[in-house]
């Protein structure tokens, strides 16, 4: 690595220099070179900052120096000892600790570098911790899973995503083992009451061949191992039991299962076929089967590894474990394997080294207060005992933290988020960080922690207040409150949430509408306007308001807070206006804000610039056999 250098922001002027002098001669005097305005290096704890790239001012290149580059640059640093002797982990001749102890990226709601969020994740856990196990989600809603620097497209399938650039740029990195959260893009339905057709599973199949046959072909002789799974299984089936008849419950559990292996068939058919060619070596992709529940049964309903598992085709079985205690694990770890080789026969027997834990790990906020030394020393327990039961790999959750709290700043501070993390929003790294990083590299970096934190990355643009007092124009349903003590029980979410049919306003709605419309002399241009919703289909809701500006030329200003039917990521939804009324352009300065809970609470904000006369707020629904409308609370536009 190279050395890390304290970067000088320079302020570009751009001089023309026009002016004669006096005898009608051009001026020879050459401009003043631009000021350097320094940069910090130490907070205020005297901790020194970490730039983990570097940008070319004049080519753009980014070059990545990372922590170790601190580290080795900072001649004044104690040498670290050996690592401490009563390491907890044992490891087979055959497996290193990189190998097997994971970290999970994905969802992060803050960054640090001007890299793509992906890339930048990827490089820490690599190059930075050192660990060679990486887990991902990805797929339909990969730009909100990696929003920050990067500009995703619009794609088809899972095939087509793993071959943009960006994600080839990290699947190409060494990595031993890729876990990767996906779904088929347009999603199947099973949790309904009828059996899925043979047509469908044949879809899905399908879709997994094409994924596995990919990742086969492009990282063929690699030696890499790509793991295929769904998120959390009893999260998914849960919520389908529950709102099922009973008479329709039997039904869901076999759907589900149905489901399940119809990815693993087309995993398998992929991966048979090219090796029987023989133009397939050192490389392989697994299919995975995860659940969340074993001896804990948070649903009351029935669980995957009493219904599904024993039944189940995959390659390897995953735990995310975030329901039993340290003192249950062995156990459940051992329940698990009997349940899985239930119907096997004795050839077919899987060991607990099909096993995984999909993730661990714990808030540093867990008991309310910030507790850094019970996060880690939890989570390392938690690994010690998955680990030394022999399982194949463990995904500590996360590098940066995905659940936010509080704050309505752009940017979170530790206190606005839940603290599952090894990175915090104000740049300071953890103790588990410098435990795995020292585990890695036999060093032992807990006897004399670095006092390195990252620099925050420019500021990005904060939302405009909502301020009653600067207020312009103003609407808040009467039957909608932000505050009520059962949300899902207010009449106008209870009537949305039935399912919406409709190219136009609900009949039932149309005396709210023409009340609202009068009491603000406004046209038939505003209020909800909704489709049908299906899976990835393109046609999209939203709610359209005439801007009000305190003159012409005025820049408008608009806020809107509310809550929608279920949480959606962020990449779907946008702020579009037109000047013409009929070409919608999407909008620039557009900050949007979800504290994601059992519903979706949104705070999104924008300013419009002159000569736009409408805007519409735009939802994008990619969920499958799930239709809903944004129930706007409050939308307001300001001087």
């Not at 026009?18 to 940069?39: L, N, T």
């Not at 994924?211 to 389908?240: I, M």
């Not at 013409?580 to 904000?605: A, F, P, R």
């Amino acid at each position: 690595m190279k050395k890390n250098k304290i970067i000088a922001i320079f302020s570009a002027c751009i001089m023309s220099l026009s002016c004669f002098v006096a005898c009608g001669e051009k001026s020879k005097k050459k401009p003043e070179p631009p000021e350097q305005e320094e940069i910090a290096a130490f907070d205020e704890n005297g901790n020194r900052y970490v730039d983990l790239v570097t940008v070319d001012d004049i080519s753009g290149d980014i070059t990545y120096n990372g922590i170790n580059g601190f580290i080795d640059g900072y001649d004044n640093y104690p040498a670290f000892s050996d690592v401490h002797s009563d390491v907890p982990f044992s490891f087979d001749e055959t497996r290193k600790a990189e190998d097997v102890i994971g970290i999970v990226h994905a969802g992060g709601q803050y960054n640090f570098t001007a890299q793509s969020y992906l890339t930048e994740g990827a490089n820490v856990i690599r190059k930075d911790i050192g660990s060679k196990v990486i887990k991902l989600f990805l797929g339909s809603d990969v730009a909100d899973q990696y929003s920050f620097n990067a500009e995703w497209g619009n794609y088809e399938s899972l095939t087509e995503l793993i071959k943009t650039s960006e994600v080839k740029r990290v699947l190409s990195m060494d990595f031993s083992t890729v876990v990767m959260v996906v779904y088929e893009f347009e999603r199947l339905v099973w949790n309904s009451g009828t059996l899925v057709s043979e047509r469908e599973l044949e879809r899905v199949s399908g879709e997994f061949y094409e994924l596995t046959r990919e990742l086969l072909r492009a990282y063929n002789a690699s030696g890499k191992t790509f793991v295929l799974q769904n998120w959390e299984g009893d999260n998914e089936l849960t919520p389908a039991l529950k709102a099922a008849k009973e008479a329709d419950k039997e039904t869901i559990i076999a759907n589900y299962l149905a489901y399940n292996n119809a990815r693993q068939a087309g995993i398998v058919r992929a991966r048979e076929e090219l090796k029987e060619a023989g133009s397939i070596v050192n490389v392989d992709v697994l299919g995975a089967l995860e659940v969340n529940y074993i001896s804990y049964n948070g649903g009351g309903q029935a669980k995957l590894v009493d219904c599904v598992v024993p039944y189940s085709t995959a390659d390897v079985f995953s735990f995310s474990d975030w329901s039993t205690a340290n003192s249950k694990l062995s156990e459940d770890l051992d329940y698990y394997l009997s349940k899985i080789n239930e119907n096997r026969e004795a050839g077919e027997k899987k060991t607990m080294s099909d096993i995984a834990l999909g993730e661990f790990g714990r808030a540093e906020y867990y008991s309310g207060s910030a507790d850094e030394k019970n996060q880690f020393v939890y989570s390392m327990e938690t690994a010690k005992i998955a680990i030394n039961k022999g399982v194949r790999y463990v995904c500590y959750w996360s590098l940066t933290c995905n659940e936010r709290v509080g704050g309505e700043s752009a940017r979170p501070e530790n206190r606005d988020m839940k603290g599952y993390w090894l990175l915090k929003p104000d740049g300071t790294i953890t103790e588990t960080f410098w435990y795995l990083k020292g585990l890695f590299e036999n060093k032992n970096f807990l006897s004399v922690r670095p006092k390195a934190v990252m620099r925050m990355p420019a500021p990005q643009e904060e939302p405009i207040p909502f301020v009653e007092a600067d207020m312009l124009f103003f609407d808040n349903f009467d039957d909608m409150g932000l505050d009520g003590p059962d949300i899902s029980r207010n009449r106008k979410m209870e009537g949305y949430s039935e399912g919406m049919n409709y190219d136009h306003v609900r009949e039932a709605d149309r005396p709210l509408l023409s009340r609202y419309l009068e009491k603000y002399g406004l046209t038939d241009d505003v209020g909800y306007h909704v489709v049908q919703k299906k899976p990835n289909n393109p046609n999209e809701e939203y709610i359209q308001y005439k801007i009000v500006r305190p003159s012409e030329d005025a820049e408008a200003k608009f806020v809107m807070q509310g809550f929608i039917y279920d949480p959606v990521p962020k990449s779907m939804i946008k702020v579009m206006a037109t000047k013409n009324g009929t070409d919608y352009e999407k909008l620039s300065s557009v900050y949007v804000m979800d504290k994601t809970g059992e519903y979706g609470y949104l705070y999104i904000t924008t300013r419009i610039p002159v000569g736009y006369t409408s805007v519409r707020v735009v939802f994008t629904n990619t969920k499958a056999a799930n239709s809903w409308d944004p129930l706007i609370c409050r939308v307001a536009f300001l001087k």
